[in-house]
Structures are given as C-alpha cells and as structure tokens.
C-alpha cells in the first residue's frame, strides 16, 4: 500500500488551494503528499465571483472586474458603486491551468487522476480507496460532499443556492459591461426567493443566470425558460447564442460540518462548511481559511480543533430560518437591504467583517417581525 504523510482528496478550489501552500512551504517540505482528483481538470466547469479590497492574489488570473453593482426588485432600481470593493470573476479553467501544474511541480507532491471510492480511518491512518488501489495517509484532507449529512438532521434548515446560467453572445450591443447585476428580483418570484444574475464581460458576452435560495432543485427547463423570458424582457428580445453553460447548487445551512473533522481527517471547502450560509459564496472564504489550516499544521495543533465560532453564523441561521419557513419572504428582506444601506456595507457583512454598530444598522433595515420571530423560536 502506498503510504503519505497527507492526501488531499479532491483538485477543486480547497485541494488545489491547500496543495499549493502545503507545496510552496518549506516546512512540509519532508511531508509526502498525495493529491486525488476523479477528474482531469480540463473543464471550465465553474465561474467563481468574489469581492475584495484592492489588489488580491488571484488578480493575474482574474478574468473580469466590475467596481458597481445593480440591484432590482419589485420596487428597486438601484445602481451603486461598491467602493472600496471590486467584484472579480475568476474562470474555473484558469484557476486549474494556474494551479495544477503548479502542484504538479512541487517534489514532494504527488497528482493521480483517480475516484476515491471509500476512506476509513483506523487508529493510526486512514485508507483512501479507488478502484485499483488502496492509499493510506496520516492525515486526510477531503473536499468530498456528502448531502445526506445535513440533510439526516432538522436542527439546522438546509437550503440550496440552486443556478443554472448561460453564457451568451448577442447579436446586439445590450449588455452594460461596467456593472454587474447582483441580484435582480424582478422576475416572478413564485413562493420563493429567485433572482437573475448577470455578470457582463462586454456589450455583447453576459454570464446569465437564473437563481434561487430555495429548498428543492427544478427541473431544468423551468431555469432555461426563465432566462429565455428575462432577455426577452430586459434586452428587448435580442437574438443571442448560448457559448456555455453553468449549473450549480451549494448548501445553504448552518449545520456545524466541523463536527465530522477528527485529527486524522479533515473536511475542506464546501465539505467542511466553509460555504456562507446565507449567501453560498466560497471560493472567498476558502483562500483565507486555507492559511489558516496551515499555520494551525505548523503550529502541531489537533486538526478537531480547527474551527472558529462567530456571531455571524447567528445571523445567517435567523436568516436561513425565515427563509426556510416563508421562502418568499428572501426578495423583500434583499431589497430593502439595498434599498436602506450602502451595497459597500452590505458586502462587508457578508464578508463577516463588520462590527456590532453596523450590525445592527443592517439587520434594521428590513421588517423586524420575521427575524424577531425566528429569534424567539431559536431562543425558546
Ligand atoms: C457552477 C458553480 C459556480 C459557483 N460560483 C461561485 C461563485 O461565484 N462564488 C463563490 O464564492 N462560490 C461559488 N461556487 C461555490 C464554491 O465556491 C464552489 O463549489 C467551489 O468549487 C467549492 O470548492 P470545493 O473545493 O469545496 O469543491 P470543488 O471545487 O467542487 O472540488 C471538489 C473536487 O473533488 C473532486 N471529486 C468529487 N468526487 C470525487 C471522488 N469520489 N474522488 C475523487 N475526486 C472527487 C471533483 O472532481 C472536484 O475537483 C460555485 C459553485 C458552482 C458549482
């Protein structure tokens, strides 16, 4: 049986990320490392879009850069800069063309392309199995997904940020390629919380995606006619042609994953709950926990105890409780946010960065009653 210090199941955004600062660090320079993928990573199979401050480390690969934002609703129109932010799309294929051969480089580092088709753990190590070996690591890092955890519980509600989006060329110059659409309620909204996402890379190229924070996936038709009706309104019916597609769904829920991790094996990226809850926005919050991981590696720490409580997962619960209970109340609770407070502030409370005065400027701007009274059935 092949043996490593540590496997990494799982080349996505947490395995690549944390292979890479594991490999570029001299400290594990005497670690092996084995990093599993089912997949080759040829695929742009994904567009990730995040906010920052300023200059960051991905911006050689940053693909688009948007520095305003349009939000709209049943009663909201609203253009606004996010100052000091910018909105940054970064492409999955050039994300995995930087970050695999970079991997692939590092000695200590070693890259199969195979599926990982069970894992245990025994006292001592942990068995990694695919169908024509079995691996054993010390330490196992998986970016491995299993929705029927959090789905065997009630405690904490599960919903989806469930997209479907094409990426469109247009016969007609419709797009406005300085602002990205955040989120537009306009469309009907049907009992849930939906929204149109539209992220312009010129007049005439859009990533256009139907969106919703919901409990249950539809069908697929049900996302393409939703688009097809909002081009048709929004861009006065322009003849356009499909490039690409994108589908995705990311658990939205505060069920505490952490609790799975052991000192032998640890869960990353959406496996490991290190999606937002109230948002489904990642790929951020993965490159500044991967840092994290690693300086608590360095520092001999037991990988169980890497976890960080915040008061923000409080309020993402009372938020994914109301949400859960009276998913069509999501457009209103949005748009008054937008409509009340600045997008620059809003951005830095999903970002978890604000502190308790801005809190509460936030959380006053829509209704109070539905939040007071998940509070009171979170608190009884
Ligand atoms: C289409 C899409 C768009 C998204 N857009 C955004 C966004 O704009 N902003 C944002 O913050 N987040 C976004 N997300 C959410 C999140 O950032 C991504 O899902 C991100 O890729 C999660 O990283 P991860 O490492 O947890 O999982 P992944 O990146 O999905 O990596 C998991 C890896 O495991 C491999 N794998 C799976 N099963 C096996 C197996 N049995 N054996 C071996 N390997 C296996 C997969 O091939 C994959 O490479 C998006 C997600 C999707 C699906």
């Known amino acids: 049986m092949p043996n490593y210090d540590y496997i990494i199941i799982g080349a996505g955004a947490a395995g690549l990320l944390l292979a890479d600062a594991l490999g570029k660090d001299e400290f594990f320079a005497s670690k ?137 060329k247009t016969d007609q110059s419709v797009f406005n390629p300085g602002e990205a659409t955040f989120m537009d309620f306009s469309v009907p909204q049907k009992g849930n919380t939906r929204f149109m996402y539209v992220l312009p890379i010129s007049e005439t190229e859009a990533l256009v995606e139907y969106t919703l924070f919901s409990e249950h996936l539809l069908e697929k038709t049900e996302y393409e006619e939703s688009i097809k009706m909002y081009i048709e309104e929004k861009y006065n019916d322009t003849q356009y042609t499909i490039q690409e597609t994108e589908f995705g769904s990311i658990p939205m829920t505060c069920y505490p994953f952490h609790q799975h991790n052991t000192n032998r094996v640890f869960h990353i990226g959406i496996a490991g709950g290190w999606a937002k809850p109230s948002t489904g926005y990642t790929f951020y919050n993965t490159s500044q926990q991967v840092p994290k991981l690693v300086s608590h590696l360095k520092a001999g720490k037991p990988l169980s105890e890497f976890h960080q409580r915040s008061r923000f997962m409080f309020y993402d619960m009372l938020l994914l409780d109301i949400l859960y209970e009276n998913n069509h109340l999501g457009h209103e609770i949005f748009e008054s946010m937008f409509k009340r407070r600045k997008a620059s502030l809003i951005l830095k409370f999903l970002e978890n960065e604000t502190n308790l005065w801005e809190e509460l400027k936030i959380v006053t701007a829509p209704k109070p009653m539905p939040f007071i009274s998940a509070l009171f059935k979170r608190l009884f």
């Not at 051969?101 to 195979?114: A, L, M, R, S």
């Not at 789905?151 to 094409?166: M, S, T, Y």
């Open 32 to 168: 092996s490392i084995l990093v599993l993928d089912k997949d080759n990573k040829t695929q742009n199979d994904r567009t990730w879009c995040f906010w920052e401050q300023g200059k960051g480390s991905f911006d050689d690969l940053v693909h688009k850069t948007w520095d305003s934002i349009y939000v709209g609703g049943q009663q909201l129109q609203k253009s606004t800069s996010i100052a000091p932010y910018t909105y940054k799309m970064l492409r999955g294929i050039d994300f995995y063309n930087h970050f695999l051969p970079k991997v692939k480089t590092y000695p200590n580092i070693t890259w199969i392309q195979e599926e990982v088709t069970d894992m245990q753990e025994k006292e001592n190590e942990v068995l990694v199995t695919t169908p024509s070996q079995i691996y054993t690591g010390k330490k196992v890092f998986t970016s491995l997904y299993d929705a029927s955890i959090p789905a065997k519980q009630k405690e904490f509600p599960v919903l989806q940020q469930h997209f479907f989006g094409w990426q469109l």
